[in-house]
């Protein structure tokens, strides 16, 4: 397993799991959860769910990956839509996994170039996307001009 040097460490508490509340330690995230009906939940409307939170996470540091990929390149993607979809179902070998799909759209960077700019963000620099390897299944869908 590859180690790292933490330059920053958070944390976040959640009680009464998928229909309780989770905050973070400096209380700028806090957030009521319920199951969504569609997992045979209540769906408590004002509610969120851990998938949204992590499609939240992901979507910010993928589009910071990319940032950064595309200044190294001399492009300017500070102004593309990274967009995370996070579903939850069962898996074949029992319990429950995740699936995820990034859509990555900047209509001012030519299609080829963005792609390539998304590709290396997500293999070389978002560390959502090191994590996410081999565990998850992401796919990557960019739009370009």
Known sequence: MDSIKPLYTTSATATGGRNGHTQSADGH???DLSVPK????PGKPGTSTPE???AAG???CFGGALDFVGK?????ASKAASTVHVSIGPRDLGGFGLSVKI???DKSIPQ???ASLANEAHEKIC???HATRNNVGVDLEVVGA
Request: overall charge negative.
């Open 29 to 31: 995230v806090s957030v």
């Open 38 to 41: 569609a997992m045979g939940g």
């Open 52 to 54: 949204d939170l992590f």
């Open 58 to 60: 992901y979507a910010a």
């Open 72 to 76: 190294q390149h001399k492009k300017d």
């Open 103 to 105: 859509h990555v759209e």
């Open 112 to 114: 080829a170039e963005l």
């Open 127 to 129: 560390p959502y996307s």
